[in-house]
Structures are given as C-alpha cells and as structure tokens.
C-alpha cells in the first residue's frame, strides 16, 4: 500500500476504528514498514485525538437534544419541499462550475478586446491614410508647380542650396 493512500486512511477511518478488517491489516503492516507514516500518525493523533481523550462527556438536557432533532428534520423536509424541488430544477440550468465559469470569462473578455483593437486599429488606419494621401496631394502641387523648366521667368532666391537641386 502507498503511502499517500495510508495517510488518507489514517485521517479518516483508520483512528476512529472504521475501517473494515482487511484494509486495516494493511495499513498496520505498511506503518510497521514505513517510518514516515509512523511519524504523520502521532502528528495526528497528537492533533486530533489527545486533546479530546481527558474531556467528561456531556449529557445535554432533553429539550437540547429534541430542538436539536427538529431543526435536522426541518431542514430535511425543507430539503424536499415543492419550492425547493421547483428551484432546484429552474436554476440547475443555470450554474457553472467554476472552471467553466472562469473559461467563457475568459474567452468573452477576449472576445470583447479583440472587437475593440479592430475598431481602434481601423480608426488610427483611416487617420493614416487620410495623412498620407493629404501630403502625397501637398507633394503633387508642388511639384507640379515648380514644374517650370522651360519657362524663363522662373521665380527664385538665389541659394546654393536652390541651384543644387533645381
């Protein structure tokens, strides 16, 4: 037998005398191997069971224990009542589970992002083709403004930096 499945026993059935006869030979010839398991079983019996051992046993008076026997059997007949049953069956196709819940999170927010970078990613293009297509138009006056070659009166200012590239 595994350890882990020894310290499982030992946190459940095992010290509290439950545990059918077979599994609890088993368990006693793996703690007479196993120095680890001897050791997790006085940490928990230390933990769990010492403290309790010296207590006087109480006896609570007859009303306690009759109060206490309503209460359990209100909350079973509430547990099978004709609202509880209606709700049950209404809602039960409403729950997720956690994990499930966390996923179609997830993927709506991932969902709702994308959607989003598009719309902002086709806004700034539109601005950037709006810009350039005004300044490829500023460069087509000019340049065919200044397309003046064969005409004699051509204006300038008389730079060397004029004469180099004109």
Not at 18 to 24: I, V
Not at 65 to 85: A, F, G, H, M, P
Request: overall charge negative; glycine content about 6%; hydrophobic content about 35%.
């Amino acid at each position: 037998m595994k350890c882990r499945k020894v310290r499982d026993f030992l946190l459940t059935d095992y010290l509290d005398g439950d545990l059918p006869e077979g599994l609890k030979k088993e368990v006693d010839v793996h703690l007479s191997k196993c120095s680890l398991c001897r050791e997790f079983q006085d940490k928990v019996v230390k933990k769990t069971s010492l403290p309790f051992r010296d207590l006087e046993e109480l006896n609570p008076e007859g009303y306690i224990l009759e109060e206490i026997k309503e209460k359990i059997t209100d909350i079973d007949n509430d547990k099978y009542s004709l609202w509880t049953r209606f709700k049950g069956t209404i809602f039960q196709g409403f729950r997720l589970r956690k994990p499930s819940l966390a996923l179609v999170l997830s993927i709506t927010v991932i969902a709702i992002s994308v959607v989003f970078t598009k719309l902002s990613l086709d806004s700034r293009q539109s601005k950037v083709n709006s810009y350039i297509s005004e300044q490829l138009d500023s460069i087509a006056y000019l340049i065919s403004s200044g397309d003046n070659s064969g005409e004699e009166d051509s204006f300038g200012f008389g730079t060397a930096v004029e004469d180099y590239f004109m």
